[in-house]
């Protein structure tokens, strides 16, 4: 209500149709997609967008967060192909206003990974990824937040490709610049991240200190996913170990897993798929 009450307010200053009342109109569209309404917040972003490129044309700042969010918002829904275009159109928009190697690509550069990754199109994915930490790294040095990020996204890549050591050896030197920023948020993903390569190298027990840390790290107001994924690495990890005593304690780690991937509701529906179907494989711990 308080955004409706704002962009009727601005529509009286303005016009009904400005810059000014479509950039409260995006509010309100992330309002409905963050109360579960997606038509609504769809319908809001599209109207928010329209009325940008007519009065200010496709470079204005805001027609490119407009874009970003209405991306994020099919990726949410599993609509991946429609979220990497349009994560692809909020890139080329950056890129005419800021050049090749703007830092202010970083955000763009890393949605457009996530899509291309659910879309399988490693090739792409791993493009993207290396340019992004080559403008970090080019831009702020070696040892910043921003390059750690771009790692542990190229390392996404990496272990999708099933290059898993070189995975892990970008988790590994990431690592020390969360701990040094006190990202807890980056240090879990990375931690849950570097734990899924230790398993797929075979060395599960190395992992379970590294989820351990990362479930003791994740608080609320994280990541919807991150909890959950956690937890499901953490029953894989403990299944591998392939000893008796351990099943129970995977069985439940899995199952809070499926419970987190629920309530994540859209963006943990393949997730749970997943999660539900390991169970059935696994049937209890006798």
């Not at 991946?80 to 159109?89: D, H, I, K, P, S």
């Not at 993207?128 to 403008?135: F, T």
Request: proline fraction near 3%; charged fraction near 20%; hydrophobic fraction near 45%.
């Amino acid at each position: 209500p308080l955004c409706q009450q704002a962009i009727a307010l601005q529509q009286q200053l303005t016009g009904q149709d400005s810059p000014e009342a479509a950039a409260y109109r995006n509010n309100l569209a992330s309002a409905y997609r963050h109360s579960g309404q997606s038509e609504a917040a769809l319908a809001e972003y599209q109207r928010a967008l329209t009325t940008l490129v007519q009065h200010s044309g496709r470079q204005h700042p805001l027609a490119t967060m407009t874009l970003r969010n209405w991306a994020s918002l099919l990726y949410d829904n599993g609509q991946f192909r429609e979220a990497a275009v349009r994560y692809g159109e909020a890139l080329s928009l950056v890129e005419q206003r800021f050049g090749a190697e703007d830092p202010r690509l970083l955000d763009s550069l890393a949605t457009v990974v996530m899509a291309e990754l659910q879309l399988r199109n490693l090739p792409q994915a791993r493009a993207s990824a290396e340019r992004m930490l080559l403008i970090a790294a080019k831009t702020f040095g070696d040892q910043h937040a921003k390059v750690a990020v771009a790692r542990d996204t190229l390392a996404k890549v990496l272990y999708a490709q099933g290059r898993i050591e070189e995975a892990l050896a970008q988790y590994e030197r990431s690592r020390a610049v969360h701990e040094q920023v006190k990202d807890e948020e980056a240090l879990a993903e990375n931690l849950v991240g570097a734990a899924g390569c230790l398993r797929a190298l075979g060395r599960a027990g190395e992992s379970l200190p590294l989820l351990e840390r990362a479930i003791a790290l994740i608080k609320p107001g994280m990541g919807d996913l991150l909890s959950p994924d956690a937890q499901f690495a953490l029953a894989q990890s403990l299944w591998a170990l392939n000893k008796r005593k351990l099943r129970s304690r995977a069985l439940e780690a899995a199952r809070l897993a499926q419970t987190g991937y629920a309530q994540a509701q859209a963006p943990g529906r393949e997730l749970r798929a997943v999660v539900t179907q390991w169970l059935a494989q696994h049937g209890t711990e006798d």
